[in-house]
């Protein structure tokens, strides 16, 4: 496979015009048709004032219409910025200024301060009587591609650049079952993840589907369209175990983007399919390991072993390897990472070492090296000089009956430092109380505080617990 992103794009097209690339409402869309269709948009676009090099944001929510607008932005060598068309415009201007975005590709009525707007015709850009693709030279392989947002330790976002040889690397590393098949990732395509994989699929020959559903429509959709490849967020695989209906039987399900406990693994395999795969990445990376059917049993916290081009120590403090079993910061480098954050040097300094990604996970890898994931480094809670990892917390309350999910969180305290919380989503009849007490008997002076019941646990986009949140309403006297 070429390292070139777009020649691997039109390669796939030009060797499966009548594959199925995308299904929506409006149809299917062919290989074929899909290649021709992003190379008159690209032509359009340039014909209304973008050059190579200019910054785009897509404000786009039509999945099919999007996902055109990024594979033309390649096209004409634009890096792009997701700008979700449901943000407020306090943060739409943070992002346009932090990224130096030129010009916003939006929807039809969509208004803007920030920068000014493109609203693509795209009926007359990408029908068949359209210029068939644009003058200007396809970019480089280091040219960058996008600028993916992520969430900082601090609150403030992370802007991470990928150039279109790391896209095309990050794609070789998906973990797939089979060539081909229909993918299904029943989000918007205007979150990270989702788009993530709709782009791979384009390069890999996979069939997207474009489909907004409610949980518990996912089984029937995925038995209506043939899918063969499930991926969903922690959030939905909850959701989905509460369904009554189960996903057709011999569909892959992969679900990552945060921690996925024992108990919450047990369940989903007992009671929507055994195919479940864990999934874990970065942004910065791509796909760094993922544990199948085979390893949930005994390795309930396993992530899997790293895939094949993925290099992973465990370090402590210094940099300094670890032997196996003992936990440390996680560090990684993949052909595909990126290289540094735009406009940050400090964090940059802090998280790319020596040709190593540092992000700030923790976790061991067992003696057949199996990692084994533990939180983030950065979720730490000092109590009285102690060191207490909200995993340590979560992982015994987990095993408690009644918890369907669980998130640990400091209470800030002038006095004590970080007073450990527990927040708990529980089944009708789950014993708080108890729970508080069982958590004592394992864990000491390490154990919560004080249980609070939640409807649910705040995350963010990527389905990552929010524990400032969760601070913070602890901290104005919510949860007393």
Not at 66 to 84: E, F, T
Not at 275 to 288: D, M, Q, S
Request: glycine residues 10%.
């Amino acid at each position: 496979m070429d390292s070139s992103f777009l020649v691997s794009f039109r390669n796939t097209c030009g060797q499966h015009p009548e594959r199925p690339a995308l299904i929506d409402a409006q149809g299917v869309l062919a290989f074929g048709e899909y290649g021709a269709q992003v190379s008159r948009l690209a032509a359009w676009l340039e014909r209304h004032g973008l050059r190579p090099g200019d910054v785009v944001g897509i404000s786009i929510a039509d999945e099919r219409r999007h996902m055109l607008a990024s594979l033309a932005l390649l096209r004409l060598g634009c890096p792009q910025v997701n700008i979700a068309s449901h943000d407020p415009p306090s943060a739409r201007q943070a992002l346009v200024a932090r990224c130096g975005i030129a010009a916003i590709l939006a929807d039809e009525g969509e208004r803007s301060d920030a920068a000014p707007l493109i609203v693509p015709d795209f009926e007359q850009a990408t029908s068949a009587l359209a210029a068939g693709d644009a003058a200007a030279p396809v970019p480089g392989d280091e040219a960058v591609a996008s600028l993916f947002t992520g969430s900082g330790t601090t609150g403030t976002f992370k802007v991470i650049p990928i150039s279109h040889r790391s896209t095309m690397l990050q794609a070789r590393t998906r973990s797939m079952v089979s060539q081909t098949g229909v993918e299904y990732v029943p989000s918007p395509v205007e979150f990270l993840y989702p788009k993530k994989h709709r782009l791979r699929s384009a390069v890999t020959g996979y069939t997207s589907l474009l489909q907004a559903a409610d949980h518990s429509e996912i089984p029937e959709i995925c038995r209506r369209f043939g899918v063969s490849l499930l991926r969903l967020s922690p959030a939905q695989a909850q959701s989905l175990i509460e369904v009554a209906d189960r996903v057709p039987e011999g569909i892959a399900v992969y679900v990552g983007g945060s921690r996925i406990p024992g108990p919450m693994r047990a369940a989903f395999r007992n009671r929507q399919t055994p195919l479940l795969y864990v999934e874990y990445g970065a942004t910065e990376c791509g796909n760094i390991a993922v544990a199948g059917p085979d390893m949930h049993a005994r390795y309930p916290d396993g992530v899997g072993r790293p895939l094949p081009g993925v290099q992973l120590e465990i370090t402590d403090d210094a940099g300094r390897p670890l032997p196996p079993n003992v936990e440390g910061l996680i560090r990684i480098r993949t052909p595909g990472m990126a290289s540094f954050y735009l406009g940050d040097e400090e964090l940059t300094a802090r998280m790319f070492r020596d040709g190593w990604f540092v992000g700030g996970d923790r976790g061991a890898l067992t003696d057949d090296g199996v990692l084994v994931f533990g939180g983030r480094a950065d979720d730490m809670m000092i109590l009285n000089s102690i060191n207490i990892f909200p995993a340590e917390i979560e992982k015994v309350a987990e095993h408690f009956p009644g918890v369907i999910e669980c998130a640990a969180f400091p209470m800030r305290s002038p006095v004590h430092g970080d007073i450990p919380m527990l927040a708990v989503v529980g089944a009708d009849g789950c014993d708080l109380g108890a729970l508080m007490s069982y958590c004592r008997e394992r864990l000491g002076i390490r154990a919560p505080r004080k249980v609070i019941g939640l409807p649910e646990i705040p995350r963010n986009a990527q389905g990552k617990v929010v524990r400032r949140e969760l601070s913070a309403r602890a901290s104005q006297g919510e949860f007393q």
